[in-house]
């Protein structure tokens, strides 16, 4: 089977994990935890960064951060991870949905205004798979309306809007090192953000908020979110690789384009708009409405031919954990729902080989063709 995935770990990984266990330094007291929060925060054009155990929990800790609680409303996409609708209702908040431009695939910014009200606190961006959410009209927003910005950068390390790196564009932004992210650390985070009582906040939030005077007392519940000095050490080496990393990603993009494009049933990513370059976080691919067969259809014909394929998100709308909830009721997300049954994506990690876009390509071109 062709993996969906297959990430690379050739640098210096074996070296640095070496150091750790010859200097016994394995815990979130070891030196390349500082090292990775500081040299990530410098790539995306940060002040601060504060690694955590995976990004799940970074947006955790950036909902705390903001002190978002009970009463508020934050705003966020549809189509997205439940790891951002969860970090919001976990801290007592409501989230508040939009719908996804059919082109990005990204929340639909002209949707966001008219979901504002006296309660809002937040809009949560996402930049989802490989272009950037278009973040013009949100910073407008966010000024005129006096709204903080959480930015979830796990999917676009190295990614740029205009002239500005992805992860420096919130008030807080958050980063996944998942193995099939960018940079990877196995299971790993980071919150970023400039401000430094933000940053202050994040780093005792990520660690029980234990009191700096006083150890083992705690004015606010938090997390024992630390990542340790052996993920750290993975992810200082892959940090070393990433501008070949997003390289091989766009060429990986490339070759499905190449192979893909005169496909009259399937929809593919845009190549760019007019402020970003796609990054091919993964390479998605939508069945046209004509298209006899839905994704979950293709993925299982794919899967027969030994190509591995996956399901886009669920919108989070339909979620059966939010809608036992009360949430959402009656509300219905078009372009999310559209996505979520005609869309999937392709093995695309960055070990992908050009032989397995070749194969996977054309596994796909036979399933359009009616081969199941
Ligand atoms: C991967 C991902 C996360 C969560 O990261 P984990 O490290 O797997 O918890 C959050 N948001 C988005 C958009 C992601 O793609």
């Not at 000095?229 to 997003?246: D, K, S, Y």
Request: include cysteine; glycine fraction near 8%; charge should be neutral.
């Amino acid at each position: 089977m062709i993996p969906v995935n297959r990430p690379l770990l050739e640098g210096n990984e074996k070296k640095y994990l070496n150091e750790c266990i010859d200097s016994g330094w394995i815990s979130s007291e070891g030196p390349f935890v500082k090292r990775l929060e500081a040299e990530f925060a410098a790539f995306v054009g940060r002040k601060h960064g504060i690694a955590v155990c995976n990004g799940s929990c970074a947006l955790d800790i950036a909902v705390a951060a903001l002190k978002i609680g009970p009463d508020d409303e934050v705003i966020l996409p549809s189509f997205t991870i439940i790891s951002c609708a969860a970090a919001i209702v976990r801290a007592g908040a409501t989230p508040v949905l939009v719908d996804c431009d059919p082109v990005t695939w990204n929340m639909d910014v002209r949707q966001v205004a008219a979901r504002i009200t006296a309660k809002t606190k937040a809009i949560m961006v996402v930049h989802i798979f490989g272009l950037p959410v278009d973040m013009d009209p949100i910073f407008a927003l966010a000024r005129e309306r006096g709204l903080q910005i959480i930015e979830d950068a796990a999917e676009q390390q190295g990614q740029q809007y205009k002239e500005r790196k992805v992860g420096s564009l919130g008030d807080i932004s958050t980063v996944s090192f998942y193995p099939n992210k960018h940079v990877t650390t196995g299971e790993g985070g980071m919150v970023l953000t400039d401000d430094p009582d933000l940053a202050e906040r994040c780093r005792a939030a990520r660690n029980l908020f234990f009191d700096k005077e006083r150890r083992y007392i705690h004015a606010e519940l938090g997390w024992n979110f630390r990542m340790s000095n052996l993920q750290a050490a993975v992810g200082v080496a892959q940090l070393e690789v990433i501008a070949r990393t997003i390289e091989k990603k766009r060429q990986i993009g490339r070759w499905y384009r190449e192979r893909l494009d005169s496909q009259p049933l399937l929809r593919l990513p845009e190549a760019k708009t007019d402020y970003a370059k796609n990054i091919y976080w993964v390479f998605g691919v939508v069945l046209a409405d004509e298209a006899p067969l839905d994704a979950a259809a293709a993925i299982a014909a794919l899967r027969r031919k030994g190509v591995d394929a996956r399901h886009f998100f669920w919108p989070m709308h339909k979620q059966p954990a939010l809608r036992d909830l009360g949430l959402f009721a009656g509300e219905s997300y078009p372009q999310s729902e559209r996505l979520a049954d005609r869309g999937f994506y392709l093995p695309s990690g960055v070990g992908s080989t050009k032989d397995e876009i070749d194969r996977s390509a054309t596994a796909l071109k036979d399933v359009l063709r009616g081969d199941l």
